[in-house]
């Protein structure tokens, strides 16, 4: 009766064991990420990625111009991994974009210029595993900037002089100086 006990609470001990092991295993997958700090926009909406019948890639994004960032994640498909390689072949004309990979994803981020409202558009050349394949991805972006204010800096303007400032500048320059004579006071021995 005792060994049946004493095994019974050997295995208890063990399952509980690994119940606990279980929970450490669940985490923050973003939590060592280096660029989880950067401001993201309040408004960040990405559209699916379409893949087009000539192999190109293509999603929508819908952007505040906050002076934050929207991202979004790429696999490569054949792996379920982050892509070798990226680069960007048509850039942004009111934005930057800035590609990563970090924990086997691949990420995508565009920045609007500050206030700006409009359409934006970049491509970027996603290079698989293999390294010889090349996805371009076509990012349509809308970008608004509804509750974006920006301070516009003071500048002092210039004061004009008046022209009997002029006059007296003239004719201080144009009198004579008096010779200035040096004498020594010292008494000669």
Same mark, same amino acid.
């Given at each position: 009766m005792r060994l049946q006990l004493s095994l019974a609470l /050997?295995?208890?001990g063990f399952g509980l064991a690994a119940?606990? *092991?279980q929970q450490g295993v669940s985490y923050d997958r973003e939590a060592n990420n280096p660029f989880r700090y950067d401001k993201r926009s309040a408004v960040c909406t990405v559209g699916p990625i379409v893949k087009n019948p000539d192999g190109s890639w293509k999603t929508t994004m819908s952007v505040r111009s906050d002076d934050g960032q929207c991202e979004f994640i790429v696999e490569e498909p054949d792996v379920k991994g982050s892509f070798t390689s990226f680069g960007i072949t048509t850039v942004p004309e009111h934005g930057k974009t800035f590609l990563y990979n970090y924990d086997n994803r691949t990420y995508v981020r565009y920045t609007p210029t500050t206030a700006y409202a409009g359409s934006d558009a970049f491509t970027a050349s996603l290079i *698989? $595993?293999?390294?010889v394949k090349r996805t371009p991805l076509? /990012?349509?972006v809308t970008v608004d900037n509804t509750g974006v204010q920006v301070t516009k800096p003071v500048t002092a303007q210039p004061?004009? $002089?008046s022209s009997s400032a002029k006059k007296a500048t003239k004719s201080k320059s144009t009198k004579s100086r008096k010779k200035t004579v040096h004498r020594s006071t010292a008494k000669k021995k």
């Open positions: /050997v295995t208890l119940c606990q *092991h *698989h $595993k293999d390294g076509s /990012v349509a004061t004009a $002089k």
